[in-house]
T-cell receptor, first 115, second 111 residues
Framework: GAVVSQHPSWVICKSGTSVKIECRSLDFQATTMFWYRQFPKQSLMLMATSNEGSKATYEQGVEKDKFLINHASLTLSTLTVTSAHPEDSSFYIC???????????FGPGTRLTVT | RKEVEQDPGPFNVPEGATVAFNCTYSNSASQSFFWYRQDCRKEPKLLMSVYSSGNEDGRFTAQLNRASQYISLLIRDSKLSDSATYLCVVNFMNTGNQFYFGTGTSLTVIP
């Protein structure tokens, strides 16, 4: 099956710093990737849809200037959490659409803790 | 109203039991339906797609009822390793490719 990686898998940072998370499709090209956030005991919440070569589409309530998304190639999308605060601590998961564009393949997630 | 609704459970069942989860969706234009499994602190993994005619994969059976707008997942002969959260996911492409997740149903299979 399709493989998606994320890096880093776990990061702790100080309040006010920025953190970049990478999402890569390893064995297929993904023109569309999604970024989700999941708080404990809650469902995945879509943050934004990342399309290769164009601007990301953000969900309502997600600040595009705080969560910068770049999808510069068909295998890589990045999410940068700028000026992170403790309330940004969460599990961030990316996914990529495969050739059959109704199936998502998820990365292993990045656990962000902001102190 | 939420796009996708699931009973959060938890469901605690003994090994070997049969358990069923239901999920309802609000958008009648929804096109694709899936069940994902998510283990604690891990990413979701696709369990199975759900087709109109219903489909089976080993101990797992998924069904779709478009008229009533619900999908179901049946697990027979539960194993300890089936303990996880099961997520119902609905996809439609009215305005872009959109996926909506249910909050998940927690299953614990007890020895």
């Amino acid at each position: 099956g399709a493989v998606v990686s994320q890096h880093p898998s776990w990061v702790i940072c100080k309040s006010g710093t920025s953190v970049k998370i990478e999402c890569r499709s390893l064995d297929f090209q993904a023109t569309t990737m999604f970024w989700y956030r999941q708080f404990p005991k809650q469902s995945l919440m879509l943050m934004a849809t990342s399309n290769e070569g164009s601007k990301a589409t953000y969900e309502q309530g997600v600040e595009k200037d705080k969560f910068l998304i770049n999808h510069a190639s068909l295998t890589l999308s990045t999410l940068t959490v700028t000026s992170a605060h403790p309330e940004d601590s969460s599990f961030y998961i990316c996914s990529a659409l495969g050739a059959r564009r109704y199936e998502q393949y998820f990365g292993p997630g990045t656990r962000l803790t902001v102190t | 109203r939420k796009e996708v609704e699931q009973d959060p459970g938890p469901f605690n069942v003994p090994e070997g039991a049969t358990v069923a989860f239901n999920c309802t969706y609000s958008n009648s234009a929804s096109q694709s339906f899936f069940w994902y499994r998510q283990d604690c602190r891990k990413e979701p993994k696709l369990l199975m797609s759900v087709y109109s005619s219903g489909n089976e994969d080993g101990r797992f059976t998924a069904q779709l009822n478009r008229a009533s707008q619900y999908i179901s997942l049946l697990i027979r002969d539960s194993k300890l390793s089936d303990s996880a959260t099961y997520l119902c996911v609905v996809n439609f492409m009215n305005t872009g490719n959109q996926f909506y997740f249910g909050t998940g149903t927690s299953l614990t299979v007890i020895p």
